[in-house]
T-cell receptor, first 113, second 116 residues
Framework: SQQGEEDPQALSIQEGENATMNCSYK?????LQWYRQNSGRGLVHLIL?????REKHSGRLRVTLDTSKKSSSLLITASRAADTASYFC?????????????FGQGTTLQVKP | GAVVSQHPSRVICKSGTSVKIECRSL??????MFWYRQFPKKSLMLMAT?????????EQGVEKDKFLINHASLTLSTLTVTSAHPEDSSFYIC????????????FGPGTRLTVT
């Protein structure tokens, strides 16, 4: 079952602007991960944030996690046309402690040159 | 490192036939592999968890007799779509988990199945 809700579903910005995507989930987790998918391709792992972490950075990416609100955000700074893709959050773990990932609905990002 | 391949990348088959999709971990051993299905412009839906040498665990609503999963070795899992119908047309993606590090999964490039 899909437990992640992402918003917005679609986002269109100009190159150089920042893009923020949000993800909410319902159950307890061990970690939350963000993935990127170009059209018709596989997934690329972007960043993982553990349940005891609040913020993480990787290059132009910044991820926050608020376990009290069961939500996460992904910020892409100084966006580029090449950032155009779909972005998914995925939660892992929790009480069942399995490795399976439960994906959110995704945000489609378009960065206009 | 940590490369996962899928074969074929695209397949077109006729209704009623069966199609096998392979997922291989090329440079690591994967005790667990996962199979996902993705409809156009939609998210990934987990179909089943495949453990080497044992039966796959299917998610609720996934027909185990229709989607046969075999994980015969630490580097290979196969998904067979039996008696395919047009509604089975979809993008199928596998991922592999490295042994002992359950939070790291590596995804294959996906297989586009079209049933005519």
């Amino acid at each position: 079952s899909q437990q992640g809700e992402e918003d917005p579903q679609a986002l269109s910005i100009q190159e150089g602007e920042n893009a923020t995507m949000n993800c909410s989930y319902k159950t307890s987790i061990n970690n939350l991960q963000w993935y990127r998918q170009n059209s018709g391709r596989g997934l690329v792992h972007l960043i993982l944030i553990r349940s005891n972490e609040r913020e993480k950075h990787s290059g132009r990416l910044r991820v926050t996690l608020d376990t009290s609100k069961k939500s996460s955000s992904l910020l892409i700074t100084a966006s580029r046309a090449a950032d155009t893709a779909s972005y998914f959050c995925a939660t892992q773990g929790g009480s069942s402690n399995t490795g399976k990932l439960i994906f959110g609905q995704g945000t489609t990002l378009q960065v206009k040159p | 490192g940590a490369v996962v391949s899928q074969h074929p990348s695209r397949v077109i088959c006729k209704s009623g036939t069966s199609v096998k999709i392979e997922c291989r971990s090329l440079d690591f051993q994967a005790t667990t592999m996962f199979w996902y299905r993705q409809f156009p412009k939609k998210s990934l839906m987990l179909m089943a968890t495949s453990n080497e040498g044992s039966k796959a665990t299917y998610e609720q609503g996934v027909e185990k007799d229709k989607f046969l999963i075999n994980h015969a070795s630490l580097t290979l899992s196969t998904l067979t779509v039996t008696s395919a119908h047009p509604e089975d047309s979809s993008f199928y993606i596998c991922s592999a988990e490295t042994s002992g590090r359950s939070y790291e999964q590596y995804f294959g490039p996906g297989t586009r199945l079209t049933v005519t």
